[in-house]
């Protein structure tokens, strides 16, 4: 018999380490919890299967792991849900994103005169992640945490708008579209009219439909890998239509340096 060529006793790359450098594993289970988070937390085995094309035994072995990990968890109907270790991390991320936003919400409110926020959509909600006051007496004051239904506020809208409509229908189906004040949008096709609008113009607006007398402006943070919106807000006295000319244009310069420097990876 012959002996081995020595060359195979050299170890091969594992075969999950792709030419990027990333771990193959690891990107289908944050794919498979991306899935899962996009239906509305919940998905099965074949769903997950029929939209990434992976065997089922690989799904299946993939869960398992997420399984005993915490990060889903399996209902009776054997469907699987995202798990309760997941809050911890998004808590950890949002206060994360919300301390690095900081300064540049505070620069925002500082130049505008109004009060600056910072909200991202987190199950099929918009949470308020950072906030920085105004200096009138007479401010908004939006707790930090605070979740809203993304259909009536400026950041929530300015979020939606960054979605397929098929997805914001999803949304909204979900979850409902509650009147806060007689302004609210609560039919889901003028949602999906207002949010073309926004998509036309660049920003967002809530002319008193979260709190009646409050008027937002709000835009998307371009690129972040979870929707995001950077509003200034404050009463509609003060916050008038025409104090968009000032207030967008200051908006998105601040949402695109925003992206660069927390949301954009690095090199």
Do not use: W
Not at 66 to 95: D, K
Not at 121 to 146: C, K, L, N, P
Not at 158 to 172: F, G, H, K, N, S
């Amino acid at each position: 018999m012959e002996s081995t060529p020595s060359t195979e006793t050299t170890q091969p790359e594992p075969r999950e380490k792709v030419a990027s450098g990333q771990v193959q594993s690891v990107d289908r289970a944050i794919e498979l919890l991306e899935l899962m988070a996009d239906a509305g937390g919940e998905a099965a085995l074949s769903e997950l299967a029929a939209s990434t094309g992976l065997p089922l035994p690989t799904i299946h072995r993939l869960m398992r792991t997420l399984l005993s990990r915490g990060y889903v968890r399996q209902l009776p109907s054997r469907r699987y849900t995202l798990g309760p270790r997941l809050i911890r991390l998004g808590e950890s991320a949002g206060r994360q994103l919300g301390a690095g936003a900081r300064p540049y919400l505070t620069a925002l409110a500082a130049e505008l005169g109004e009060t600056a926020n910072l909200a991202m959509i987190d199950r099929d909600m918009a949470v308020y992640v950072a906030q920085a006051a105004s200096r009138h007496s007479m401010r908004m004051f939006t707790e930090v945490g605070r979740r809203v239904f993304t259909h009536a506020t400026g950041v929530g809208k300015a979020v939606l708008a960054q979605l397929p409509d098929a997805t914001v229908l999803e949304i909204v189906a979900r979850v409902g579209m509650p009147a806060a004040t007689p302004q609210t949008i609560t039919d889901p096709q003028a949602l999906l009219a207002e949010l073309a609008k926004i998509r036309e113009r660049g920003y967002a607006i809530d002319d008193g439909e979260q709190e009646i007398g409050v008027r937002c402006f709000a835009v998307g943070v371009p690129g972040a890998p979870t929707p995001t919106a950077l509003s200034i807000s404050g009463p509609s006295a003060r916050v008038g239509y025409d104090f968009a000319e000032t207030a967008v244009p200051v908006l998105q310069r601040t949402a695109a340096d925003l992206a660069k420097e927390l949301i954009s990876p690095a090199g």
